[in-house]
């Protein structure tokens, strides 16, 4: 540990004191490192990281490659940063199973930004729903390029009827940070709902984000509409 920092100056004993709200995102993830480097106390480590990657949740989103990359990130590391955004995710899925995706749309965008918002490559990929619209799977299905991903309509009803879905929201990324849709996204969109409606799958949104923004088609009443 740093041996010039009083316990009471420590993360880790004022998480304990003062509780996880009072601290700093940087003291958080250097509670989770537990030390530092040789001249770089694990608060600077969680610092110069943030910095470099631009916030707590790139940092987490961050592929394991680029995390391994940087120096004082090894194995151990990279792997507390992966598991707690995980858990993180899994949050935000145990709030959607609980909410109304329809009226919650904020939750169902807060989700999916956690999830594929900081990739630098464009990623299509489903959250499956059941009659309740409580998520069943949630499913990347293409990885594309900086700025489109190929995706088949016919692998994406294959896999609706496979898992037995319902209902189907619809995600990609731009890795631009321009989440605006474009007129090849309002297309797909169409194709798609037309589709699924064929075999009783409702698609209820297309959402699509980018690090800190996300659009919600359905709540701009693009949902399905010509181009």
């Known amino acids: 540990m740093n041996s010039w920092l009083t316990p009471i100056e420590r993360p880790r004993e004022r998480l304990l004191h003062s509780g996880a709200a009072n601290l700093s995102s940087a003291d958080l993830i250097a509670v989770c490192f537990g030390s530092g480097l040789p001249g770089e106390s694990a608060q600077q480590l969680a610092q110069r990281l943030i910095a470099h990657f631009g916030s707590p949740l790139a940092l987490m989103a961050a592929p394991t490659d680029k995390l391994l990359a940087c120096r004082g990130l090894g194995a151990a590391r990279t792997a507390q940063l992966k598991a707690v955004h995980e858990l993180s995710c899994r949050s935000d899925e145990y709030t959607l199973a609980r909410s109304d995706p329809l009226q919650d749309v904020s939750a169902v965008c807060r ?64 890795p631009s940070g321009i989440a605006e849709p474009s007129q090849a996204d309002l297309q797909l969109t169409r194709e798609l709902k037309d589709l699924l409606r064929r075999v009783d799958i409702e698609v209820i949104d297309h959402v699509i984000v980018s690090p800190t923004t996300a659009v919600s088609l359905a709540a701009r009443g693009l949902l399905g509409s010509p181009v």
């Open 111 to 174: 989700y999916i930004r956690r999830r594929i918002g900081h990739r630098e490559r464009e990623t299509f990929a489903c959250l499956f729903l059941d009659t309740r619209y409580r998520p069943v799977c949630w499913e990347e299905m293409f990885l594309g390029s900086v700025n489109r991903a190929h995706v088949h309509p016919r692998e994406v009803l294959k896999r609706g009827i496979e898992l037995n879905a319902a209902a189907l929201i619809l995600a990609h990324n731009h």
